[in-house]
């Protein structure tokens, strides 16, 4: 295996990232093309570098991400990779302010260690794809939509222009997407074409109402789709509400009711991090039950 490069797990503000955390930070992490390999934990990723596929597996210690892979890479190609690698862990956000927020908090304390980035994909229009396969579905309909994505793109994810060219049979029979399937195709279609920047809602001058307006004008895309892709995309001050948070927040907060209102006047003083604040809250005990899983 060949070392493409070694990045220490800090953010811009010199916090701690814990990259078994970020790893196991939500589900979507796990979807093709990616796996999760446990004990060791490996985090395996196909790349696109312009028609090559790479491979790459992630491995965190000491306090640094390893990235490698078998293949290789001219310089260009490297430079490609670890941007991408920067961009999924989010290495330029600064998680400090949060974490001095929560540093005496009996129930956030724990997540100051690293916890909180959310493990994002290498392009927003893979985050936003990704994101309309998670609706009104099974999870098992979810990875058989991605592999398929997968398979489409030859092993990566499939840059727009070859999805905007895949026929209308594609997403009804081989990843039978269902209604998706037309709003996938339109959303591809129109990045393809330039009339979609979607990796513009990267700009941090983009407030967090514009980027959520251009997300909920996107077809497929709700309130909860929009709230998903702003936790990918770093803005954390919207509640990820759907049917699986809501009853896991009766479940922890022993409730037998609470109305989508009451649940966000729950983490409102977490204030721009109030959405971030209630995905810890549900999934602090992911990678507990990862660790189990691997004994």
Known sequence: MRVLCKLPLRGAGGEPISFPRTIHSHGCARLPPALVEESPL???????????????????????????????????????????????FRFDADLSPFYARIADDEVFAWAASGAGRILASPSVFEDVIKTICTTNCAWSATIRMTSALAELGGGAFPEPSVLAAAPDAWFRDAARMGYRGPYVKAI?????????????????????????????????????GAAHVMQLLGRH????????????????AGKKRAADSTIRRAFARYGVYAGLAF????????LDEAEHSTR
């Open 188 to 224: 591809a279609r129109d990045v393809e074409s330039g009339a979609l920047d979607l990796e513009a809602l990267l700009d941090e001058r983009v407030s967090d109402v514009d980027v959520e307006d251009r997300l909920l004008a996107l077809p497929g895309i709700g309130p909860y």
């Open 42 to 88: 490996v985090y395996r990723r196909a790349f696109r570098v312009g028609s090559r596929v790479v491979e790459v597996a992630m491995r965190g210690g000491d306090g640094v991400l390893v990235a490698e892979t078998r293949a290789s890479l001219p310089r260009r190609a490297v430079a490609t990779i670890e941007a991408d690698i920067r961009r999924m």
């Open 237 to 252: 001050r919207r509640l990820i509400l759907d049917s699986w948070t809501r009853p896991k927040y009766r479940r922890l």
């Open 279 to 286: 995905w810890l809250y549900l999934t602090r005990d992911w």
